[in-house]
């Protein structure tokens, strides 16, 4: 059996500079990295697919040095635009609502 274990980017570091889809880790999102290799490799983890995202790439990097493991980018992985930012949950929960 396959077990599939979603794992959101940690903390990035927004950077108007720079298109959203580069925007790195924090260096909180770095220490949050480290933290998750550990517990990645506790669940057995065998293989990694990300998001194109470089926060999200960067969030797994340190697992898959660790564990000599590939980091598959995979575009269908990306975040959805729903027309801005949204700060939390319960307005994202609220834009779908009023999406149907």
Sequence with gaps: MTTLIL??????????ALPERDWP???AGQRQAAELAPVLAELGVDAL??????????????????AGFEILPDEDLRERALGGWM??????????????
């Excluded at 697919?49 to 660790?66: C, D, F, I, N, Q």
């Excluded at 700060?87 to 149907?100: D, F, G, I, P, Q």
């Design 25 to 27: 880790l924090s260096d």
């Design 49 to 66: 697919a990300s998001s194109p995202y470089l926060r999200a790439v960067e969030t797994l990097r340190p697992y898959a040095a660790a």
């Design 7 to 16: 794992v959101r980017h940690a903390e990035s570091a927004p950077d108007p």
């Design 87 to 100: 700060a939390n949950v319960a307005e994202v929960e609220e834009a779908v609502r009023n999406m149907h």
